[in-house]
């Protein structure tokens, strides 16, 4: 391994987490457009959407590899949709442009199970389903995986991708319609009353952060033979609606109350399915989860605590 890795968008929700990882056997680089200090490795400020100093930033660093995490994500997309679709693909632009003209090996890009909708077939979603996505987080995804899938079969760029379901971690809350889960967690944790956004029984697929990361880079290390499509794969753990996480956390000994009171985020889980089909994933790359959902809320308290 050891490589010369670039994570774009370093101080999001899974940046930290793919530094850690990724910094234990390889050579990285950690960029965001805010200032941090919570990183061992190198950080640089960096705006993805300035493709002459992302091509700096690589020929500087002799980057081989990108893990592109740049975006904004469901809800808060929702309120102002042109920004949202121009951060959303033309960082994705940008990093596929200036891969093709300096030669980067791999790129890693999250998409999401945002790109599904009413007419996927929600009950359970295979990995290739029509897809009309509902918001405009999913519809910039969407069109970036088109484009992924063009780069893959020129063979000018070799991307690889994961859908990623409600992913739960520690932390903070950085826009997503699942963030309710983290803010559940800590509501249980104080014994303080929740007002959920989303209808008590609005079942979603989801996956712990480690496990998410652990199979990012799964995918990113295996032969690009293995593959057997060239577009994101989907990928999910265990399927749960807020009052199953509420059950959950009081199980644990963390007695709180729940009042639901659904907004529009509810409308945009809605459109998401509610159980998805990974199974190509697993065949592939033999990846399978070790977090179920009381796993991963004794881990994610436990974080919190720490």
């Not at 952060?209 to 577009?231: G, P, R, T």
Request: hydrophobic share 40%; charged share 20%; with cysteine.
């Amino acid at each position: 391994m050891n490589n010369n890795i670039l994570i774009i968008g370093a101080s999001g929700q899974l940046g930290k987490y793919f530094v850690d990882k990724l910094s234990l056997n390889n050579n990285v680089i950690a960029s965001d457009i805010s200032s941090s200090n919570e990183f061992k490795c190198k950080f640089i400020f960096l705006d993805v959407l300035d493709i002459d100093n992302l091509k700096s930033v690589i020929l500087k660093y002799k980057i081989e590899i990108i893990y592109n995490l740049a975006a904004i994500l469901s809800a808060k997309g929702e309120k102002d949709p042109n920004k949202t679709w121009n951060l959303n693909t033309e960082s994705f632009l940008n990093v596929a442009n200036a891969s093709i003209e300096l030669g980067i090996k791999k790129i890693f890009w999250p998409s999401s199970i945002a790109v599904f909708g009413l007419n996927s077939g929600l009950e359970f979603v295979k990995n290739d389903v029509p897809m009309l996505p509902s918001t405009m987080y999913g519809i910039s995804k969407l069109s970036c995986e088109k484009l992924m899938y063009y780069y893959n079969i020129k063979n000018v760029l070799d991307i690889r991708s994961l859908r990623f379901p409600g992913i739960v971690s520690a932390s903070k809350p950085g826009g997503g319609t699942t963030d309710y889960i983290v803010e559940m967690l800590y509501s249980g944790l104080n014994k303080e009353k929740y007002i959920c956004s989303l209808k008590k029984n609005r079942t979603l697929p989801m996956i712990h952060i480690n496990d998410s990361v652990d199979a990012a880079i799964q995918l990113m290390n295996v032969e690009k033979k293995c593959l057997s499509i060239k577009y994101p794969y989907n990928i999910t753990s265990f399927n749960m609606s807020p009052d199953q996480w509420k059950q959950v956390i009081n199980d644990l000994g963390y007695k709180f109350d729940v009042d639901y009171m659904p907004d529009f985020r509810d409308n945009i889980a809605k459109s998401w399915p509610k159980t998805i089909d990974d199974n190509q994933l697993r065949n592939d790359i033999s990846w399978k989860p070790k977090y179920n959902s009381l796993v991963t809320a004794e881990s994610i308290l436990k974080s919190i605590q720490s």
